[in-house]
């Protein structure tokens, strides 16, 4: 079993930074496209950034400017700056392929988020 554990979530005070991690685990041997989405109280899911297995980067609107992706080999990070109140969400840890040590493949997987919330 393949599985996506998010943490480093909490509340934090508008300018302040923030870095989330995502650690997948399992009997994987490789990760290719891993990446950030969130999702605010009665909003669509959106997309943060990307990261492929080669470093390279993607970012949604959202994660313009102030976010910073980065990766391991089964670990992504979130570097978030400046945080805003907007930027409020619970964020998933994506990663749509991952080929296992038997051979065989997992897709689109999810972890169960980490909230941060943004507020005096």
């Known amino acids: 079993q393949v599985q996506l554990v998010e943490s480093g979530g909490g509340l934090v005070q508008p300018g302040e930074s923030r870095r989330i991690s995502c650690v997948a685990s399992?009997?994987?041997?490789?990760?290719?496209?891993m990446g950030w989405y969130r999702q605010a109280p009665g909003e669509q899911r959106e997309l943060v950034a990307t990261?492929?297995?080669?470093?390279s980067t993607n970012y949604g609107d959202s994660g313009k400017g102030r976010f910073t992706i980065s990766r391991g080999k089964t670990t992504v990070y979130l570097q978030m700056n400046n945080l805003k109140p907007e930027d409020t969400a619970v964020y998933y840890c994506?990663?749509?392929?991952?080929?296992?040590?038997?051979?065989?493949?997992?897709?689109?997987?999810w972890g169960q988020g980490t909230r941060v919330t943004v507020s005096s």
């Open positions: 399992g009997n994987i041997r490789n990760v290719y496209t």
């Open positions: 994506n990663a749509p392929f991952v080929k296992l040590s038997g051979g065989n493949y997992s897709y689109d997987l």
């Open positions: 990261i492929t297995s080669n470093g």
